[in-house]
């Protein structure tokens, strides 16, 4: 049986970005948000709701009164902008969660989905990350102000199951890309990032390009829409309370799983990947003294893949569509500069 009901009224946290808007269209492919059946999807954009102020989201939350919840907001961004503005980063997402998740249970929503984060894990967790990792290490610093604050978000979801029974659910998704990404040339993450320099570079007919770091580091990445049909999934089938549910190693049942494709590749065969699909034939040049992040971080995915659910876009598939938003953002001048 469904956790996920015909008639519910589903708001979409964060609904305009990346993973909001695929999230939107996997519940929409999955036919939910139809008013003819009683149900809704409630997507307000930035300028309707700030979740960054508590009493605006408390006056929505009663207006709207949505009976499920999906938190895909976030102040996001790569290695630089994470670097750079670290206290947006720790501040904006602890307000934009304890502001949704906690007026999400005062306000009676029956289930909350939380997105996090694989960099919430150690820098060397053992591979590939396993849940039980979380809190077994230190950070990455270049990226911890936003992994405390996503850590945070896992907790208080947690807290509120075990103090008041309230069903909130997390999912840790690896590396993002796809529509709507963001390839701002600083603030993006690696993959958006390396679209726009190799595609610029290509325009311009520049020789070669220079990237961050060594090139050693290995990543896994994760198409937006196949995020969107593990949330969905993840919705409508996991309920850490049944006795069938993902438990860790000391057999209590866990409340955030892992959401990835289970592959990984170097940061080097990814910009050789990227080059090779804009057509740039120049040479790709190394900048060692840029920080390479996390050497290795692959997640473990066997808990949601042992429930029914895996990946189903390959990154050689989701390239191209990865280009083709690039493009089209690019002729119809949003991108960010």
Known sequence: MSLLLANDRLFIAGSRGMAGSAIVR?????????LSRGGELLTPARQELDLLDIQAVQRWMAMHKPSVVVLAAATV????ANRSRP???????????????ETAWQAGVRRLLFLGSSCIYPKFAAQPIREEELLTGA?????????????????LCEALRQQHGFDAI????????????????????????????????????TSCVYCWGSGSPLREFLHADDLGEACVFALKRWNPDH??????????????????????LTIRDLAEQVAAAVGFSGEIHWDSSKPDGTPKKQLDVSRLSTMGWQARIPL????????DDFQKQRQAGTLRS
């Open 170 to 205: 997390s999912l840790m998704p690896t590396n993002l890309y796809g529509p709507g990404d963001n390839y701002h040339p600083s603030g993006s993450h690696v993959l958006p990032a390396l679209i726009r320099r190799f595609q610029e570079a290509k325009d311009h007919g």
């Open 243 to 264: 006795a069938d549910a993902p438990k860790n190693e000391q057999g209590t049942p866990l409340t955030f799983l892992n959401v990835g494709t289970g592959h990984d």
């Open 139 to 155: 950070l990455e610093p270049t990226n911890e102000w936003y992994a405390i604050a996503k850590i945070a978000g896992i907790k």
């Open 26 to 34: 996997a519940l929409q492919r999955a036919g939910y948000g139809d």
């Open 87 to 101: 206290a947006d980063f720790l501040l904006d997402n602890l307000k934009i969660q304890t502001n949704v998740i």
């Open 316 to 323: 050689n598939a989701g390239l191209p569509q990865a280009l």
């Open 77 to 80: 961004g790569g290695i630089e």
